[in-house]
């Protein structure tokens, strides 16, 4: 059973910088794609970014294009989403999911990290 634990939130000033963790486990993701979502309070969730496990491509959302870069430890199975210049607008809880390249959709995901980002 794939296992997501996302770790790294916290508290942090506009301007500033967290960088969020998601350990993966249960299998090898050698086929998987991996992805990181937020939701913050009110509103629907919405995709930040995703990379490949394999081939390490990653995309993101326009929003989060040239603040955010998401990369992978594969010898620790751990993928990570550096956050910089962050803006209020960004609180919200960060979800990372995964899914095969076979699937459709994300199927299997964390159970998320608060990020407060005050003004």
């Known amino acids: 059973q794939v296992q997501l634990v996302e770790s790294g939130g916290g508290l942090v000033q506009a301007g500033g910088s967290l960088r969020l963790s998601c350990a993966a486990s249960?299998?090898?993701?050698?086929?998987?794609?991996m992805g990181w979502f937020r939701q913050a309070p009110g509103k629907e969730r919405e995709f930040v970014g995703s990379?490949?496990?394999?081939?390490?491509?990653?995309i993101y959302a326009d929003s989060v294009k040239g603040r955010f870069t998401i990369s992978k430890d594969n010898a620790k199975n751990t993928m990570y989403l550096q956050m910089n210049s962050l803006k209020p607008e960004d609180t919200a809880v960060y979800y990372c999911?995964?899914?095969?390249?076979?699937?459709?959709?994300?199927?299997?995901w964390g159970q998320g990290t608060q990020v407060t980002v005050s003004s």
């Open positions: 249960g299998r090898t993701f050698s086929n998987y794609r």
């Open positions: 990379i490949t496990w394999n081939g390490g491509n990653t």
């Open positions: 999911a995964a899914h095969q390249y076979s699937d459709s959709q994300y199927n299997y």
